[in-house]
């Protein structure tokens, strides 16, 4: 078994795709079964958020299982399109990006609040039925043979089972600053660096690539560990 996990991709579908080919390219010799882990947030900040999803939608890259994991910017688009949020802090934190690509303008002036439910009924409109759909089927963690992968990690001391979505989602400090055995080396992202993090009980891969055009690529087979990005 060889898996490959990518980072927070948030938007950037121009790193993507060209991410994507030197996987293809370095799986060619392989002769294990293949796996691609996407650790969440492909939506917010990058120009072509659509365009990522509209990626994902269409399949697993030949030869490859794909997982896709949800991110807290995932969570944050679908609470405001199911109206629980207001979505003022998810537009604050990237949103806006995700509604111009699917062709969605916030309306100059009058109650924020009222130009941003405008949005939301837009967004519901333009939103294609089969990126709702693979928003709202992505699982949180996958778990394969040594590792466990997650979008921002977990809390020390819990079991799986008793795990919050809300820690598995946006946990930083409690979970990057603890050195004991989690059972499984954590693969994850969510917590920018500007090179991937080896740690005893953990593996962070995001390295910010909406910002600085570096989507890393963690590679694993039996003992080895590398990676690959752009």
């Not at 939608?57 to 405001?80: D, I, Q, T």
């Not at 405008?118 to 967004?123: D, G, I, K, M, T």
């Not at 294609?128 to 949180?140: M, T």
């Amino acid at each position: 078994m060889r898996i490959y996990a990518i980072g927070d991709i948030h938007g950037r579908l121009d790193l993507l795709h060209l991410l994507h080919e030197k996987i293809l390219e370095d799986a060619e010799d392989a002769e294990a079964a293949l796996y691609l882990v996407y650790l969440g947030d492909y939506v917010d900040r990058g120009p072509d958020p659509e365009g990522v999803l509209a990626t994902l939608c269409a399949g697993p890259l030949p030869g490859f299982v794909a997982v896709p994991l949800m991110g807290n910017h995932e969570e944050m688009m679908l609470s405001f399109l199911d109206g629980t949020t207001d979505g003022l802090n998810w537009v604050q934190f990237g949103g806006s990006s995700t509604l111009q690509s699917y062709g969605v303008r916030l309306a100059p002036g009058g109650d924020p609040l009222e130009r941003l439910e405008e949005a939301r009924l837009r967004l519901k409109e333009t939103l294609p039925s089969e990126h709702e759909a693979f928003l709202r089927g992505l699982k949180l963690t996958v778990t394969v043979g040594d590792y466990l992968f997650v979008h921002a990690g977990l809390r020390p001391g819990l079991s799986l089972e008793a795990q919050s979505p809300r820690d598995l989602l946006w946990i930083r400090e409690e979970f990057l600053e603890w050195s004991g055995d989690h059972g499984r080396t954590i693969v994850h992202g969510h917590t920018i660096s500007p090179e991937p993090e080896i740690r005893s009980n953990r593996i962070g891969i995001d390295t910010g690539a909406y910002a600085t055009g570096r989507l890393t690529c963690l590679v694993l087979e039996g003992t080895e560990i590398r990676f690959l990005s752009t």
